[in-house]
């Protein structure tokens, strides 16, 4: 049963297909580690570490960046993450 | 020539039918209830509805070549006009004839006498079509026959992670195989544009997405609204959703990652195959309108909440985010994606599956909207 | 005169007995005909209650409601899907507050299309039986007119339904179905309308509506879609208001023709 879904090969984040708990282990589609927190449904969990400013790749596409440093298995979020676009005007 | 497995009906102008329906359109609002009535009467004719009363105002030419797109979509062996011959409506049948509409019978109430006369000589006329439709066997065709339209409805927090992404796989496989495929709704790429365009095949192409979401925005903000503000949502927050872009990704994945080949206009027939966008709201029945009028000839459309609806022109087939609902709802859901979110499945096993099952509704097999005898229709207007 | 008519309870008096099946989003219309055909009830078919925004929700749920608190309605059932802008509960539960004949059915909570097709059949019905036709002479007799100009005859046509003190709206929209939203908004019983040449006959679902042909090619070629010739007079027309009031049906009623347009300011997101 596979807890997290890897969307595309060169992401640095998965989705939890189901609440991780605190310290849970995951060790599936050749990566190992365990969680730094509680992870709700749906939610997305680190699976490397992403320096400030870093991107956040899902779907093999950038979806924004980090606003702190993310250790691997912590919870991204609104609180460490913040889209590129902030307003329309940008091209 | 690749030898696809599909079988399908030959058109005059070259292009295919993956059905052979005879289409009783009403080209004024009023006749829309004897459409309807010669549709109950007839031997197996389809027939839509729609508000329109000839009102002339600046959404006219999209009322048009909507009417006319819809009416010349190869899924229609031969279409029933029925009209009051006015200047506009003889329009809109010259205009399907130019987008390849060959068998049509124009039908007009003054020539018939009256709306009770019309549905008797409307069924007469739809039945003779049937039986000569009927006489027409579906030949080999190549995989560039598939004008597949990628729909969402009623999405929730599982859309971006299961069906649209695994949808995205099937329509990958299909264009690389020389089919055409149409990702729209361009409320659901606001935010992602600048991510579409990287994955144009030309930076000029690129730039008309880009363009596209901006015209899109500016029509809805005379109305106060910044879209940009509200979204994510807090449900969607809640849902794990954490920025726009994500959002949007979430829609657009339905395209997978191949490039883009072009953007079209509402209800614009593409020329060539690959993978286009086009600029259709995200009302529901606006695209699906949108897509059978650009002469999409399958749709898949996923849903997280589930819908029941489909088209008179195009077999619709229904993909569940999540297992629970295409459990409940299962006489309206043709494929459940769940099985990804619940971990049994993965993206591309169920991207396999929905590319042969629309294999299969290609050559034929009923969908769930279909034998429900869904036909929603539902012309888009800007009203600027 | 008199006009036996139906006693609606807070819906007024009507002049129609209709039940409606009211669909609160384009995604519910084909179940909600279904199940009007299945109990002989009213409905109709429209594209909105979903993907607006701005002035357009408040315009299109007051437009519904205002369907569902119609004199000619005995009572009616809302069919939602679930999802919509225009939640069918939210409207059921602002209509039971004026109109208790009223229930609602939920697509994505009835286990699907059959089995809403089924709760929803019964649930009409048993409207249908808790609320049985009560006649009642009509009072307050108010009949809309869908006119192009102030012409001749409608200036008469006006003078002479005053004197029976019966209420007149004029109304002249951009087509017939426009008009007829409006006059329906204005809760009229019956409408007379004077199509424009271009025009064809045709009715609205919930009033019966008296078509009056023009002098033009089109109406003399359908003459048989209209109530009424262009050369008629304000006494025939007078004449038919009281025998379609009494309950005989116009040929729109006859051919079920006619949509509801529904009024829409800002385009689909």
């Given at each position: 049963?596979?807890?997290?879904?890897?969307?595309?090969?060169?992401?640095?984040?998965?989705?939890?297909?189901?609440?991780?708990?605190?310290?849970?282990?995951?060790?599936?589609?050749?990566?190992?580690?365990?969680?730094?927190?509680?992870?709700?449904?749906?939610?997305?969990?680190?699976?490397?570490?992403?320096?400030?400013?870093?991107?956040?790749?899902?779907?093999?596409?950038?979806m924004g960046h980090a606003i702190s440093r993310i250790t691997a298995g912590s919870h991204v979020h609104v609180h460490n993450v913040l889209g590129d676009r902030l307003s329309s005007g940008e091209v | 020539m690749n030898n696809s497995p599909l079988k399908a009906y030959l058109r005059p102008n070259g292009s295919w039918g993956l059905r052979n329906h005879i289409l009783v359109l009403p080209?004024?609002?009023?006749?829309?209830?004897?459409?309807?009535a010669i549709e109950e009467a007839s031997q197996g004719a389809v027939a839509i509805t729609h508000d329109w009363s000839g009102e002339i105002d600046a959404d006219l030419e999209r009322i048009v070549s909507t009417l006319a797109g819809f009416?010349?979509?190869?899924?229609?062996?031969?279409?029933?006009?029925?009209?009051?011959?006015?200047?506009?409506?003889?329009?809109?049948?010259?205009?399907?004839?130019?987008?390849?509409?060959?068998?049509?019978?124009?039908?007009?109430?003054?020539?018939?006498?009256?709306?009770?006369?019309?549905?008797?000589v409307g069924t007469r006329e739809a039945d003779q079509l049937i039986a000569r439709a009927l006489l027409q066997d579906r030949i080999p065709a190549p995989w560039s026959a598939i004008v597949l339209g990628l729909e969402c409805g009623g999405s929730d927090a599982l859309s971006g992670i299961t069906a649209n992404p695994a949808l995205g796989v099937a329509s990958d496989m299909l264009v690389d195989?020389?089919?055409?495929?149409?990702?729209?709704?361009?409320?659901?790429?606001?935010?992602?544009?600048?991510?579409?365009?990287?994955?144009?095949?030309?930076?000029?192409?690129?730039?008309?997405?880009?363009?596209?979401?901006?015209?899109?925005?500016?029509?809805?903000?005379?109305?106060?609204?910044?879209?940009?503000?509200?979204?994510?949502?807090?449900?969607?927050i809640e849902g794990g959703l954490s920025t726009l872009e994500?959002?949007?990704?979430?829609?657009?994945?339905?395209?997978?990652?191949?490039?883009?080949?072009?953007?079209?206009?509402?209800?614009?027939?593409?020329?060539?195959?690959?993978?286009?966008?086009?600029?259709?709201?995200?009302?529901?029945?606006?695209?699906?309108?949108?897509?059978?009028?650009?002469?999409?000839?399958?749709?898949?459309?996923?849903?997280?909440?589930?819908?029941?609806?489909?088209?008179?022109?195009?077999?619709?087939?229904?993909?569940?985010?999540?297992?629970?609902?295409?459990?409940?709802?299962?006489?309206?859901?043709?494929?459940?994606?769940?099985?990804i979110a619940d971990g049994v499945e993965s993206l591309s096993e169920v991207g396999n599956r929905i590319f042969n099952e629309i294999v299969a509704v290609a050559n034929g097999k009923e969908t769930k909207a279909e034998r429900g005898g869904h036909h929603e229709f539902s012309l888009s207007r800007l009203y600027n | 005169m008199k006009i036996e008519g139906f006693d609606h309870g807070s819906?007024?008096?009507?002049?129609?007995?209709?039940?409606?099946?009211?669909?609160?989003?384009?995604?519910?219309?084909?179940?909600?005909?279904?199940?009007?055909?299945?109990?002989?009830?009213?409905?109709?078919?429209?594209?909105?209650?979903?993907?607006?925004?701005?002035?357009?929700?408040?315009?299109?749920?007051?437009?519904?409601?205002?369907?569902?608190?119609?004199?000619?309605?005995?009572?009616?059932?809302?069919?939602?899907?679930?999802?919509?802008?225009?939640?069918?509960?939210?409207?059921?539960?602002?209509?039971?507050?004026?109109?208790?004949?009223?229930?609602?059915?939920?697509?994505?909570?009835?286990?699907?299309?059959?089995?809403?097709?089924?709760?929803g059949t019964a649930s009409a019905r048993s409207l249908q039986d808790s609320y049985p036709?009560?006649?009642?002479?009509?009072?307050?007799?108010?009949?809309?007119?869908?006119?192009?100009?102030?012409?001749?005859?409608?200036?008469?046509?006006?003078?002479?339904?005053?004197?029976?003190?019966?209420?007149?709206?004029?109304?002249?929209?951009?087509?017939?179905?426009?008009?007829f939203s409006h006059l329906m908004e204005k809760k009229v019983h019956l409408i007379l309308s004077f199509p424009t040449g271009d025009q064809p006959a045709s009715g609205f679902p919930l009033i019966p509506v008296i078509n009056i042909a023009s002098e033009s090619a089109l109406h003399q070629a359908i003459s048989a879609d209209f109530d009424l010739p262009a050369e008629t007079t304000v006494?025939?027309?007078?004449k038919l208001i009281f025998e379609v009031a009494n309950g005989q049906e116009t040929i729109a009623e006859t051919n079920k023709s006619g949509e509801i347009l529904a009024p829409r300011l800002v385009r689909s997101t």
């Open positions: 049963m596979r807890k997290i879904l890897i969307l595309h090969s060169s992401d640095n984040v998965a989705v939890c297909l189901s609440e991780i708990g605190n310290g849970e282990v995951i060790e599936q589609d050749g990566k190992k580690f365990s969680a730094l927190e509680s992870i709700p449904r749906g939610h997305k969990i680190a699976i490397a570490n992403i320096e400030l400013n870093e991107g956040i790749i899902k779907y093999g596409e950038r | 080209l004024h609002s009023a006749l829309s209830s004897s459409a309807r009416a010349s979509n190869p899924n229609n062996f031969a279409t029933i006009f029925v009209t009051l011959d006015s200047p506009n409506e003889r329009r809109i049948i010259e205009r399907a004839k130019l987008l390849g509409l060959s068998n049509f019978v124009h039908l007009s109430l003054a020539d018939v006498g009256s709306m009770h006369k019309l549905v008797d195989l020389g089919a055409t495929s149409i990702l729209a709704e361009t409320t659901e790429i606001l935010g992602a544009e600048h991510l579409l365009a990287a994955r144009a095949i030309t930076p000029e192409v690129g730039v008309e997405i880009v363009n596209t979401v901006l015209r899109y925005e500016s029509s809805i903000n005379y109305e106060g609204i910044d879209l940009r503000g509200a979204q994510p949502s807090r449900g969607n994500e959002k949007s990704l979430g829609a657009a994945k339905k395209a997978g990652n191949a490039l883009f080949t072009g953007v079209l206009e509402y209800a614009e027939v593409p020329a060539v195959p690959g993978l286009f966008f086009m600029d259709t709201p995200g009302h529901d029945i606006e695209q699906l309108t949108g897509f059978a009028a650009g002469h999409v000839n399958i749709v898949v459309f996923t849903s997280g909440r589930g819908t029941p609806t489909g088209s008179a022109t195009m077999p619709v087939i229904k993909v569940a985010t999540n297992t629970p609902m295409a459990t409940s709802l299962k006489d309206l859901i043709d494929l459940n994606a769940g099985t | 819906r007024g008096l009507g002049v129609r007995n209709y039940q409606l099946i009211l669909p609160s989003v384009v995604c519910s219309t084909h179940i909600s005909r279904r199940i009007a055909n299945a109990v002989n009830a009213v409905t109709f078919s429209h594209q909105h209650g979903c993907g607006i925004i701005g002035a357009d929700v408040a315009g299109i749920g007051d437009f519904f409601a205002s369907l569902a608190d119609h004199p000619n309605v005995s009572s009616v059932l809302i069919i939602s899907l679930g999802c919509e802008t225009i939640q069918g509960q939210e409207l059921a539960e602002k209509l039971v507050a004026k109109n208790v004949s009223t229930k609602y059915q939920i697509i994505q909570d009835s286990g699907g299309v059959e089995a809403t097709v089924t709760a036709a009560k006649r009642i002479q009509l009072k307050d007799f108010r009949v809309g007119i869908d006119a192009p100009s102030n012409s001749a005859i409608i200036r008469d046509l006006i003078g002479a339904l005053r004197a029976l003190n019966i209420q007149t709206d004029l109304v002249s929209g951009k087509s017939p179905a426009d008009s006494v025939n027309i007078v």
